[in-house]
T-cell receptor, first 116, second 112 residues
Framework: GAVVSQHPSRVICKSGTSVKIECRSL??????MFWYRQFPKKSLMLMATSNEGSKATYEQGVEKDKFLINHASLTLSTLTVTSAHPEDSSFYIC????????????FGSGTQLSVL | GDSVTQMEGPVTLSEEAFLTINCTYTATGYPSLFWYVQYPGEGLQLLLK?????DKGSNKGFEATYRKETTSFHLEKGSVQVSDSAVYFCALTLGGNNRLAFGKGNQVVVIP
């Protein structure tokens, strides 16, 4: 079946550094990518939606300058957490919508970010 | 806004036991409802869904019925197996474009 590869699975960084998370659709073209995050014991929350070649649309309360999303191709989207701080420590998951089968969503396995 | 609430805490049970995971939702319209499952080291996968009131989604022995009167979509399985150990997420659609709102997830551990 379709696979979304998300890397890294775990990252630990110092406060103030930037971290890039990649999501690749391995055997399908993803017109739309969704980025979620989950704080401990909290719901998985949608952060932003990105369409290939367009600027991402961010959910209310999500800082677009802090969470940079790039979706330059139909198989790759990246989320960059800029100047990360401990409060950004969270579990980040991407999801891709298949270009041909719009109702199908495929998820990455997630990235656990810990900011020291 | 639209949201999903799942019952608190992990669920630990013995093989062949009955599983129920509660899910309730708050929505202004008539969302579609989903259960996703995440096995260790893998991405979330769609387990089942229901698109309108009284619909029952089912897959792999799991069932959930869209109850509009109680705004619920509880997940059930009559006899769990060790291989059902995973995290289960309830979700609903946020308007169009496949945007979803998820609950916090429930870790299910099935003991042999």
């Amino acid at each position: 079946g379709a696979v979304v590869s998300q890397h890294p699975s775990r990252v630990i960084c110092k406060s103030g550094t930037s971290v890039k998370i990649e999501c690749r659709s391995l055997d399908f073209q993803a017109t739309t990518m969704f980025w979620y995050r989950q704080f401990p014991k909290k719901s998985l929350m949608l952060m932003a939606t990105s369409n290939e070649g367009s600027k991402a649309t961010y959910e209310q309360g999500v800082e677009k300058d802090k969470f940079l999303i790039n979706h330059a191709s139909l198989t790759l989207s990246t989320l960059t957490v800029t100047s990360a701080h401990p409060e950004d420590s969270s579990f980040y998951i991407c999801s891709a919508r298949d270009r041909e089968y719009h109702e199908k969503l495929f998820f990455g396995s997630g990235t656990q970010l810990s900011v020291l | 806004g639209d949201s999903v609430t799942q019952m608190e805490g992990p669920v630990t049970l013995s093989e062949e036991a009955f599983l129920t995971i509660n899910c309730t939702y708050t929505a202004t319209g008539y969302p579609s409802l989903f259960w996703y499952v995440q096995y260790p080291g893998e991405g979330l996968q769609l387990l089942l869904k229901a698109t309108k009131a009284d619909d029952k989604g089912s897959n792999k022995g799991f069932e959930a019925t869209y109850r509009k009167e109680t705004t619920s979509f509880h997940l059930e399985k009559g006899s769990v197996q060790v291989s059902d150990s995973a995290v289960y997420f309830c979700a609903l659609t946020l308007g169009g474009n496949n945007r979803l709102a998820f609950g916090k997830g429930n870790q299910v551990v099935v003991i042999p």
